[in-house]
């Protein structure tokens, strides 16, 4: 039987854990549609995460099985501040006002991890913007913060 291990970055989107013990994209969205004032992010926002949305995380997965090599490092390749991220929650659920303030008596987790997905020869389809945006719609539409 043909095995292939294969390793995501930090991936993200609808039906992702919400609440405590979160990851940092669905903790910061739903707190942004809260309408959180002021807005707290844990650490300094200086460390940097790949990210890529679930939906690329399967076709990366698919596209992986038809190599031969293993293991497999399924991300964006590209790294990103949390403030960075944070900044982009805010603007994509209307929260641009908001000040941002950096909670560094929490801990900033890895400060930094992008993974090398040169071996994997996979591309995402979705820009992070694009695929924070589809994830805000799904915290949306489940109707919570209004």
């Given amino acids: 039987m043909k095995c292939i291990v294969v390793r995501p970055a930090n991936y993200f989107g609808p039906y992702d854990k919400i609440g405590e013990g979160s990851h940092v994209i669905p903790a910061l969205i739903e707190r942004a549609l ?10 300094t926002g200086e460390n940097v995460k790949d990210l890529i949305y679930v939906e690329d995380v399967a076709l990366g997965i698919k596209e992986a099985m ?22 982009i929650i805010l603007e994509l659920t209307s929260n641009q006002d908001r000040k941002i303030y950096f909670d560094s008596s929490k801990p900033d987790a890895i400060m930094y991890r992008v993974l090398d997905t040169r071996k994997s ?3 995402p389809q979705t ?16 109707k919570i913060h209004v």
């Fill in 121 to 123: 020869g996979f591309i």
């Fill in 34 to 43: 809260s309408k959180e004032d002021p807005f707290v992010v844990w650490g």
């Fill in 127 to 142: 820009d992070l913007r694009e695929a924070i945006k589809k994830t805000i719609e799904w915290h949306k539409s489940r």
């Fill in 66 to 87: 038809k190599r031969d090599t293993t293991p497999v490092n399924i991300g964006s390749g590209k790294g990103y501040k949390v403030k960075e991220i944070a900044k």
